[in-house]
């Protein structure tokens, strides 16, 4: 698979939820960018993709911001290596996967210490994540509204994709011993997710090898908005996007062996945990 088909798909999803949000026609963006309507459909369309030079006046035109502009200048302009650093790039991969939670048929979300971002209450944010990830309040704010943006677009999809989530035991018992009241929270938010249809979640016990810890996968399946077969991981000082079949395979090994050993939150029981962490 070419390395720009993510870059390609990402572009012509951020034209179209740009241009929707603003209740424009395809024509008026046309117009406004002096192109055929022809071609800016076309590019919504994916059945070309429109040049780096280009990129600013649409991103204007769709009501984007200049980094997000930026964004999409360098996925119409990358190729090669420079396509490497962008896929390496933590913001532009948290603006491609928030799109992909939206488009994609199938999601999978394992995360071995942490509640993961789409099933996160707003306590857990500001009290958690934010221990994990130490920032200035604005940053915080921030995160919030753009967490909270992803959790609603997700909950309004009509198409009923399917999303599961693997949650390690140890991020509910860190959880429990930072604040009980934030605990019951959080599973509250977490069981009430779960009866969402297409929605499973799983809590998985014992230890999981580092490299392990922590993946995403979303598959297009016959979902005709979505983009190509992705993984997502991150790393100390950088995160992936990785469109590879085969390692997509192999992260697809290893989710099918976790969610083997893992069970149901609707059964989920954790009143030995004291014994468990002793």
């Not at 509640?115 to 221990?131: E, S, T």
């Amino acid at each position: 698979m070419a390395k720009t088909d993510s870059g390609a798909w990402f572009i012509r999803m951020m034209l179209r939820t740009g241009r929707e949000r603003q209740r424009r026609t395809q024509e008026s963006i046309a117009r406004q960018c002096h192109l055929a309507t022809d071609t800016y459909r076309a590019y919504e369309a994916g059945r070309s993709s429109p040049p780096a030079k280009n990129m600013e006046a649409l991103a204007k035109a769709c009501g984007y911001d200049e980094e997000k502009a930026a964004y999409m200048a360098k996925a119409a302009g990358a190729r090669g290596e420079e396509w490497e650093a962008l896929e390496a790039d933590q913001r532009f991969n948290a603006l491609y996967i928030a799109l992909a939670e939206r488009f994609y048929g199938e999601i999978f979300k394992f995360d071995a210490l942490m509640i993961p971002g789409l099933l996160q209450c707003q306590k857990y944010h500001y009290i958690v994540a934010r221990q994990a990830e130490p920032g200035s309040d604005e940053w915080v704010d921030a995160g919030w509204v753009f967490k909270d943006g992803r959790q609603l677009a997700a909950e309004a999809r009509k198409d009923r994709p399917v999303m599961h989530f693997l949650i390690g035991e140890t991020a509910l018992l860190q959880l429990r011993m930072i604040s009980e009241e934030l605990y019951q929270e959080q599973m509250l938010h977490l069981r009430r997710w779960a009866r969402k249809p297409g929605v499973l979640i799983r809590i998985l016990r014992g230890p999981v090898l580092a490299q392990r810890s922590s993946f995403e996968i979303y598959l297009p399946e016959e979902f005709p908005l979505a983009g190509p077969s992705i993984t997502y991981i991150e790393a100390a000082d950088s995160s992936w996007l990785i469109d590879d079949p085969t390692r997509i395979a192999g992260y697809d090994d290893i989710r099918k062996m976790l969610w083997k050993q893992a069970i149901r939150i609707e059964v989920y029981n954790d009143d030995d945990w004291r014994y468990r962490l002793a």
